[in-house]
């Protein structure tokens, strides 16, 4: 496989460092050189979370050049539109519509980007989704996280049957039904809907 540069991003509290866990696991099991990385900064109060993962044959650092990316998986679309710089030319951006307003813009000392993140259509292949809407038809809201690597598994060379293993290996064993169910759905997800 050529290497793929996949970007995660995100809020505290959307699994974005279990995201990051699940895709890297799941390309070192296909037998990928994988080097990842991840940063959670103020977590704990919704701050920004975002890793980074390079998988390919031979890889040698976690950090994806900037214009290098192939996919950015977005749990919040102001996060998704931060880490866009770092997205070359054809690359995917899967963006979920659930907005998390920063604190300057709950207090009306800034404006959400709307028209930023718009633009975003015009340089990148975007697939929009309301992720939690999707983990709810799954019968657990907390996997929409699932959802999104569900999307993200139809752009890498990864068996299916392997992102179902290492789901079972990483989520409560309460929750493995539920996870499973949504990763079909985000595979399954059309951006047409």
């Known amino acids: 496989m050529d290497t793929k540069n ?8 959307q699994g ?5 866990g699940i895709i890297s696991q799941a390309a070192a099991r296909d037998g990928y050189d994988v080097k990842t990385n991840d940063v959670v900064g103020l977590a704990q109060r919704g701050g920004m979370v975002w890793g980074s993962v390079r998988i390919g044959d031979e890889i040698y650092s976690p950090n994806i050049p900037v214009g290098e990316g192939d ?31 920063p604190t300057p813009v709950l207090l009306e000392k800034e404006k959400y980007p709307e028209e930023d993140i718009e633009k975003l259509k015009e340089r990148f292949n975007i697939i929009t989704l309301d992720a939690e809407k999707e983990a709810k038809s799954a019968g657990n809201i907390k996997v929409a996280n699932t959802i999104m690597i569900g999307v993200l598994s139809k752009y890498l060379h990864i068996r299916t049957e392997t992102w179902k293993n290492i789901l079972r290996e990483n989520v409560p064993a309460k929750s493995i039904d539920e996870n499973i169910k949504a990763f079909e759905i985000g595979r399954n997800y059309s951006n047409n809907k």
Do not use: C, D, F, Q
């Open 6 to 13: 996949i970007m995660v991003a995100g809020v505290g509290g």
């Open 71 to 101: 996919i950015l998986l977005g749990m919040e679309p102001l996060e998704a539109y931060r880490w866009s710089h770092l997205m070359g030319e054809n690359s995917t951006m899967v963006i979920n519509k659930k907005r998390n307003y």
């Open 16 to 20: 974005i460092v279990l995201m990051t």
